[in-house]
């Protein structure tokens, strides 16, 4: 089992840059795929960012692709998710995933920090 908290989320006006990092407890962070979701007031959560367990393999929903980094150091049991060009649309409260058995943007993803506010002000 694994714990996940999110920091990093904050205001920052449009075009400006945060970058997000998930923390994880446990020993054993690099058998974890994990990802990045988000989800706006009134609407479903939704994918945004994601990394296979050695870092190799990433993947980015079409709305973030070229502004949005995934990356992990599994030295420091850390996924980071850089954010630039940020956007008012990229308001949401974003979430960190991990799951031991699949990865991608469709994985069932089963464990879930409690999210981090993000609002960019236009």
């Known amino acids: 089992q694994v714990q996940l908290v999110e920091s990093g989320g904050g205001l920052v006006e449009a075009g400006g840059s945060l970058r997000l990092s998930c923390a994880a407890s446990?020993?054993?962070?690099?058998?974890?795929?994990m990802a990045w979701f988000r989800q706006a007031p009134g609407k479903e959560r939704e994918f945004v960012a994601a990394i296979s367990w050695t870092g190799d393999l990433t993947y980015y929903a079409d709305s973030v692709k070229g502004r949005f980094t995934i990356s992990r150091d599994n030295a420091k049991n850390t996924v980071h998710l850089q954010m630039n060009s940020l956007k008012p649309e990229d308001t949401a409260v974003y979430y960190c995933?991990?799951?031991?058995?699949?990865?991608?943007?469709?994985?069932?993803?089963?464990?879930w920090g409690q999210g981090t506010q993000v609002t960019v002000s236009s």
């Open positions: 995933a991990a799951d031991l058995n699949h990865h991608g943007p469709s994985a069932p993803y089963e464990y």
């Open positions: 446990g020993r054993t962070f690099n058998s974890y795929a």
